[in-house]
């Protein structure tokens, strides 16, 4: 990975078991990957919020990388990650051909992302 990740809230109530409440805005300034050559991916940003153990997110590309971001954070402790990545236009045709590892793309060629996250949330 590469580029400055920012993480910003103006507060966080914290319990034994972990994280009980936020509001929380996630910058990932100069997003790249390094695969077989760095990846950029622009800005990817989004707000996170865990009240009372439940845990919600959006997170989005500026639209200035290769790939189309659009993902949501749902669920408590134990919850899911979904969402879309979609190769730009602008895209290498080497990494369009290797998103082919995530599945079959939908009619507008965006790939579904669904992943299964453990976190420090404390639940009720």
């Known amino acids: 990975l590469e580029g400055v990740l920012e993480l910003t809230s103006e507060r966080a109530l914290l319990g034994p078991q972990g994280l ?4 929380a805005q996630l910058v990932w300034l100069e997003a790249g990957l390094l695969f077989q050559e760095l990846i ?6 989004g ?27 749902t669920g408590t402790n134990r919850g ?8 730009r236009p602008n895209a290498p045709d080497w990494l369009a051909q290797s998103m082919s590892m ?18 420090p949330i404390a639940t009720p």
């Open 20 to 23: 009980i409440e936020t509001k």
């Open 40 to 45: 950029p991916l622009g800005q990817i940003s």
């Open 47 to 73: 707000e996170i919020t865990v009240d009372a153990g439940q845990v919600n997110g959006q997170i989005r590309d500026d639209g200035t990388g290769v790939i189309a971001v659009d993902l949501q954070l």
């Open 80 to 87: 899911r990650l979904t969402g879309t990545l979609a190769p």
């Open 102 to 119: 995530l599945g079959r793309p939908d009619r507008q060629g965006r790939y579904p992302i669904q992943l299964n996250y453990d976190l």
